[in-house]
C-alpha cells in the first residue's frame, strides 16, 4: 500500500516538473521575440540583392562588347538632324527611349561590315522602346548615303551630318563610333569600332536595359526567345 502511494506520488512531481519546465520554455520564446534586436537596416533586401545582381550583368555584358562606360553620368548632347527621307530627327524628342546612336560614313570599310548586325538588331527590337539612329558624315550627303543604305536593304533611320557638326559634339574621333542613351537622356556608354550588334552580349544587353524602362517592363523578354 506504501509502495503505492509513492508511486503516484513520484508521477505528480514528474508531471509537475513538466508543466514548470513547459512553462520556462513558453517565457524564453515569449522573451526573445519581445527583445531580439531589430534587424539592421543596412542589410540588402532580396530585392536589393536581385537589383545589384541584375546590375552586375549589365556592368558584364557592357564590357563583353567593350562599351566604355563614362566615369561620371552625364546627359548626351542634343541634336536635330534631316533624314534620308526628308524629317527632321531631334534626339530630345525621343525621351523614353533606349536609343543606339551610330556615326559612320560610306567610305568606312568597319562600318559596312557592321550595319547588317545592326539592321538586325533593329528589326528584332523594333516593336520596344529603342531607337537606332545612324548618323552619315558624309560631305556629299544623301547624294552617297541612299545608294549604300539602298544596297544594303537597311530601314533604321538615316540621318545626315555632312558638316560634321553633331560628330563633333560628341567628340568622335573615329569610325564607326556608337553610343547607347538612356531613356532619361543620359549616356551609358560608347564604342569606337565596329561591332557584331547582333550577338547574345549585345541583344541581352538592350533587353536588359529595357527592362528598367516601365512602359517596356514585360516586353524585352520575348525579343530573345
Known amino acids: 500500500m506504501v509502495s503505492a502511494e509513492r508511486s503516484a506520488q513520484r508521477q505528480r512531481r514528474y508531471a509537475v516538473v513538466l508543466v514548470i519546465v513547459g512553462l520556462i520554455g513558453v517565457a524564453a520564446v515569449t522573451l526573445w521575440d519581445h527583445w531580439r534586436p531589430p534587424s539592421d537596416p543596412r542589410e540588402p533586401s532580396p530585392a536589393m540583392e536581385a537589383s545589384r545582381g541584375a ?8 564590357a563583353a562588347l567593350g562599351i566604355h562606360r563614362p566615369a561620371e553620368p552625364s546627359e548626351a548632347p542634343d541634336f536635330s538632324l534631316m ?8 534626339l530630345r524628342d ?6 543606339l546612336l551610330n556615326f559612320w560614313a560610306t567610305w568606312c570599310a568597319p562600318c559596312l561590315h557592321e550595319m547588317p548586325s545592326m539592321e ?20 556629299q550627303g544623301a547624294e552617297v548615303a541612299q545608294p549604300y543604305t539602298d544596297n544594303l536593304k537597311l530601314t533604321f533611320p538615316i540621318l545626315l551630318d555632312p558638316a ?4 563633333r559634339q560628341y567628340g568622335v574621333r573615329g569610325l564607326p563610333t556608337t553610343y547607347l542613351i538612356a531613356p532619361d537622356g543620359v549616356l551609358l556608354g560608347a564604342v569606337v569600332g565596329a561591332r557584331d550588334w547582333y550577338r ?3 541583344k541581352a544587353l538592350l533587353a536588359g536595359l529595357l ?3 516601365p512602359s517596356a517592363a514585360d516586353r524585352p523578354a520575348q525579343v530573345l526567345q
Open 55 to 62: 546590375a552586375t550583368g549589365l556592368e558584364a555584358l557592357f
Open 83 to 90: 533624314s534620308l527621307d526628308g524629317r527632321p530627327v531631334r
Open 94 to 99: 525621343l525621351r523614353g527611349k533606349l536609343v
Open 120 to 139: 538586325r538588331l533593329y528589326q528584332t527590337f523594333k516593336p520596344t522602346e529603342f531607337v537606332l539612329l545612324a548618323v552619315s558624315m558624309d560631305r
Open 164 to 167: 560634321s557638326e553633331v560628330a
Open 200 to 202: 547574345t552580349e549585345a
Open 211 to 213: 527592362r528598367q524602362t
